[in-house]
């Protein structure tokens, strides 16, 4: 499968627009302003822990130490330089779309400041620069190295994509370089992996951009030589300790680490979330260019884990802060999980390698869920707060005074110490135009409904459309004949296709195959109803209980619109009743969903338990609104999964 290039697909949906917009005029200069510490902003830790870094960024400061531009020490999380690499390649991708000569020469200035922070042999990590010269490559199950590396190598293709400017490339290849000496099957080369995985995809990367036999084959062996010797670790340790390097001595998790197994033999998503699905997008990118069967059976067997038995219903993943990991199937508590914005981020990067393998439709459906729940829901409509994980159900007073729930953030922070998903979250939505369309032989995949302007090698593709809120799409294709595969949505209760000059060549599940000619027009009607979702019972969590979606969306309802918000129980047969009320200001084309519900009559409040369990509710209204706007009108009690009344069984 081909992608295109973000140069070929203007975005001009309002609802994308507004975000790229966002992201462009707010979120990229705020995010500079902090991570040059410009302004004073509440830098929080990323859940309660004295020990963690917070205050400030401190992360091109880093650089310019380590540059020799400024003096002072490391200051930060040992991988942050990645936040700076990742702003890097928010600029470029935006860039791409949208030409600013003063954005380019901020950027141009902090690449100017990490050219300076390399080393003659190409290595470039500040913390280690700065902080522990000697544990260069001698740390690699916390250590971060090649981490950062994968970052600086997706920043440098993306600005170089941008601006022809091949400055950061440069550094990038020299880093890689520096890591191919130093890693490999040889004699006196390092046969071990990074402890988080993410140089495996951006070596895949920078093979597709450069044609560079030699990345595909590092990015090989880094998936290969994971698990390889469960000791490696442990070796390591043990060598610092012995050379005197080092008196850290800790437990290595092999799970945490998805290092209990070559990942080719890894049948499960375990351990740290991120990690985890970094991994399998890096081993999909390699199936896709170098296929191995092994290595795609395992891919299948770690989606079909996760999305049978491991997603939240918005696309989260990671169901606990104990090592930001998965933990046993349908185990998805709703207040104590951690569902990071990074981890549903890579959800959909593994979803759309998955999708670019053998193209079925419940990847587009999982990269679609993910992305208009779990992902946007990462930042706020400001553009410059952020949330590290995502609940889906938060009571305040809890979440303040019960230690468990002290990772559990009930408004998004401006900023964070441990900051991987602010500029996570814009890179990725600032490159929403690579997953609306591919390209395979003489077919066209449409993947997201997504209005834009699709410039393919010898055709021209537009979409017209509301969507997410509308319930129509025009197509309109110019070019020579073609099949167009349209996906139909999972909660599209039907899917009508008018076609003029095409034809409806077949239709398979959530799937319509389309023959195209020039001039082609095609109007497709979906039917947008306001559906309830219930769970597996195996989730114990959800028993007895019912969300909301509509479209893409999955509903929330916060405190802030419904008072005492516990008491309220969702009868299934009055969703059918629900209607949508104007919202205020700021939400825009948003709507209010107004659902006519039950509510726990007034109990008496000094009562913990009872035994009148009859007549106790009254008919009232919820008021729901779409899941990734929580939390923007301050701090709020918020659910997705609400009781449902009882029914009588037969
Ligand atoms: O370790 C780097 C990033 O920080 C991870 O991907 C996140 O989960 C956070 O721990
Ligand atoms: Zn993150």
């Not at 520096?178 to 951006?202: R, V």
């Not at 799970?255 to 997008?281: D, S």
């Not at 395979?440 to 302007?453: D, R, V």
């Not at 009607?525 to 007895?544: A, D, M, T, W, Y």
Request: glycine content about 6%; some cysteine; charged content about 25%.
């Amino acid at each position: 499968m081909r992608e295109f290039e973000l140069t070929n697909v203007k975005i001009t949906s309002d609802f994308w627009k507004n975000y790229l917009k966002l992201i462009k005029e707010e979120t990229i200069p705020y995010q500079l302003q902090v991570l040059k510490d410009d302004i004073a902003v509440d830098v929080q830790a990323e859940r309660k822990d004295d020990s963690l870094p917070a205050g400030k960024s401190h992360a091109i400061e880093n650089f310019k130490i380590a540059a020799g531009l400024s003096e002072g020490e490391h200051f930060g999380w040992f991988f942050q330089d990645s936040d700076v690499y990742k702003w890097i390649e928010s600029v470029g991708v935006i860039l791409q779309s949208q030409p600013d000569a003063d954005l380019e020469i901020q950027a141009d200035e902090v690449i100017d400041i990490i050219e300076k922070a390399q080393e003659n042999d190409g290595y470039l990590d500040t913390y280690f620069q700065l902080k522990y010269p000697k544990l260069k490559y001698r740390q690699l199950y916390f250590s971060h190295e090649l981490y950062c590396a994968g970052h600086l190598i997706e920043a440098a293709i993306a600005y170089d994509k941008a601006t022809g400017k091949g400055k950061l490339l440069t550094v990038a290849k020299r880093f890689v370089d520096n890591i191919a000496e130093h890693f490999g099957y040889e004699d006196n080369q390092i046969q071990g992996a990074d402890g988080h995985q993410e140089i495996e995809l951006a070596l895949v990367k920078l093979y597709d951009y450069t044609g560079d036999d030699r990345y595909l084959r590092l990015a090989q062996f880094f998936i290969d030589v994971r698990g390889k010797d469960v000791d490696f670790y442990q070796k390591e340790v043990d060598a610092n300790l012995a050379e005197g390097l080092s008196d850290d001595n800790p437990i290595i998790d092999l799970e945490y680490l998805q290092a209990y197994a070559q990942p080719q033999n890894q049948k499960h998503a375990v351990g740290h979330a991120v990690r985890m699905l970094y991994m399998a997008t890096g081993m999909a990118k390699v199936v896709s260019r170098d296929f191995d069967s092994d290595l795609y059976q395992a891919c299948l067997e770690i989606w079909d884990d996760i999305v049978k038995r491991k997603m939240y219903v918005t696309g989260g993943v990671g169901s606990t802060v104990h090592g930001e990991a998965f933990v046993g199937p349908y185990d998805l508590p709703n207040d104590t999980m951690y569902c990071e914005t990074c981890a549903a981020i890579a959800l959909l990067y593994f979803a759309y390698e998955m999708f670019q393998i053998s193209p079925k439709a419940e990847y587009i459906d999982v990269m679609e869920r993910v992305l208009y729940n779990g992902i946007l829901s990462g930042a706020a409509i400001d553009g410059k707060h952020f949330f590290y994980v995502n609940p889906l159900e938060v009571d305040v007073d809890s979440c303040h005074h019960n230690p468990g729930k002290g990772h559990v953030k009930t408004q998004r922070p401006d900023w964070l110490g441990c900051a991987c998903c602010p500029p996570n979250f814009a890179r990725t939505i600032g490159s929403i135009g690579r997953y609306i369309y591919l390209e395979s032989g003489s077919g066209i995949y449409l993947n997201l409904y997504i209005a834009s302007q699709l410039q393919g090698a010898d055709f021209t593709l537009e979409q017209k459309t509301n969507f997410p809120y509308g319930n129509t799409v025009d197509i309109i294709y110019h070019g020579p004949q073609k099949s167009l595969y349209l996906q139909e949505p999972y909660w599209a209760e039907e899917l009508v296709v008018d076609c003029e000059r095409a034809h409806i060549l077949q239709k398979e599940e959530h799937r319509v195959k389309v023959f195209l000619e020039d001039g082609a027009h095609l109007i497709l009607h979906f039917k947008q109803s306001i559906l309830g979702i219930i769970c597996n019972p195996e989730v114990r969590e959800n028993i007895g209980k019912i969300a909301i979606q509509k479209g893409p969306f999955i509903y929330c309802a916060q405190s802030v619109q419904n008072a005492d918000l516990k008491y309220y129980r969702i009868d299934p047969k009055l969703i059918g009743q629900s209607y949508f009320e104007e919202m205020e200001e700021n939400f825009k084309e948003c709507v209010n969903l107004k659902i006519p519900c039950q509510k726990v009559e007034c109990w008496q409040k000094e009562t913990l338990y009872q035994f009148d369990i009859e007549n106790t509710n009254v008919l009232s209204e919820l008021v729901l609104i779409p899941y990734y706007l929580w939390g923007n009108q301050g701090e709020t009690d918020m659910q997705v999964w609400f009781p449902m009344v009882r029914r009588n069984t037969t």
